[in-house]
Structures are given as C-alpha cells and as structure tokens.
C-alpha cells in the first residue's frame, strides 16, 4: 500500500482512510476520533467538518444513526483495490513457493549440469539469499543464447535499477550491485542477483541458461566480471 498522504483530493483521501481502517461502516464519533488522534489527519473541529464535506459531496453515506459508509463509487473502488492486493499477495506466496522449490532442488539434485555448474559460481550461502529477492522485482530484456546475450534490470531498494548484462561474444559480465562490484567480481564469483537470475532462467529454458553457464565456466580466465 502506498501510504502518502493525498490530501488533495477529497475522494482519494476518504479512500485512503478506508483502506487503514477496513471497515464495512462507522459510526460517526468513531471516525473523528480515528482521523484525529489515530490517523492524525486532522484536528477535532477539522476532521469533523472533513467528514460533513464528504457527506455533502456524496463521498459518504450516512444513515439515521449516525453510521457512516463509502459511497457506492467508492466501494467499487475499494473493492477493486483490494482484488488487486490479493492477486498481488497470491502472486507472492506463489513466487515465494517456487522460488523455495528451485532452492530446494539446486540443494539436492547433485548430478544436474546446470546445478553443477552454477554451484561453481557461488560462495556458500548466496543461494540461500536469493529467496529474499522478488521475481516481481526482476525484468528480462533479452534472453538468447544463439545471440549469446542476456539483459536484466532488478528494481532493489534503490531508485535506479541493478542492471545485469551478459555477452558470450565480448566474453563481459556486467553487473552494479555493490556485493558484486566489492566482493564477487574480483574472484569471478555471482552474487545473489546473479544467482537469482538463473534460476529465472532456468524456468524459462534450461538448456540456454546451462549453455550460459557452461560458455562462462569453460573460459572463466577470458571473461571480464565488471560494473
């Protein structure tokens, strides 16, 4: 939920307050004193007058005894908000399941050649911090090994995105996350970025991201690791 405060917009605001108090209805005193000393959106005198604007406005309904609840345009989109949430929620326990699968397997499947070989790359522990990393948070540009190319960004906590950019031509491994660009690039080692994005691959088309794998172990002393 985005928490910002819209207080431009008298529609939007009422939203927001619903959405924090996720209530069918309320009574009119409990309202004003969520908003005042709760919320503290708004003084006594100011939330009061708030809500009086919003019924006035057709924002909310109030009934004989004092209850208030969303108008029905703001129940649509109330309602609307919240199906969206739960596909979002249901699409991370999903990725979350996955993503402890792929660990699981990479852990005890011994004989896979794309294990074998991303095994390689790692330090013990890195493929433990993956499952930290949102598949969500991943966007594939480019995925072709007959190009001999991937391009990636991972949107973290920062502004800008970690890019993540593999050439078997140029032999270059580009990638700007600062446990890489510190650590792992000096001893040609992947990061939990890296390691993530293989496993990504690997859902999408195991025997081009093995191949991956493979070109880069086979000439490791030719390859560039960079940021």
Known sequence: ???????????????????????????????????????????PQNAEKFIQNSIDNKLLEIDEQKTL???????????????????????????????SRAVNNFKTDKTS??????????????????VSISEQDFKINEFNFEKGSIKSEYMGSKKEPYVIDINTN????????????????????????????FLLLREKDEKSATNFLREIAENINKWEFMS
């Not at 703001?74 to 993503?99: F, H, T, V, Y």
């Not at 070989?117 to 911090?129: E, S, V």
């Open 69 to 99: 609840t969303l108008s029905r345009n703001l129940k649509k989109m109330l309602n609307n908000w919240q199906l969206e949430r739960k596909e979002i929620i249901i699409s991370k326990i999903d990725g979350a399941q996955r993503d």
């Open 170 to 197: 140029n032999q270059k491994l580009i990638h700007n996350c600062h446990d890489f660009q510190t650590r792992r690039s000096q001893n040609k080692k992947f990061c939990k970025h890296l390691a993530k994005l």
């Open 113 to 130: 050649n794309f294990n074998i070989l991303l095994k390689a790359f790692l330090d013990k522990g890195t493929i433990n911090r993956t």
């Open 1 to 43: 939920m985005n928490f910002a405060i819209p207080r431009k917009n008298p529609s939007d605001l009422v939203l927001y307050i619903w959405k924090i108090i996720d209530l069918p209805h309320i009574a009119l005193n409990d309202l004003m004193y969520k908003i005042s000393f709760e919320l503290f959106l708004f003084p």
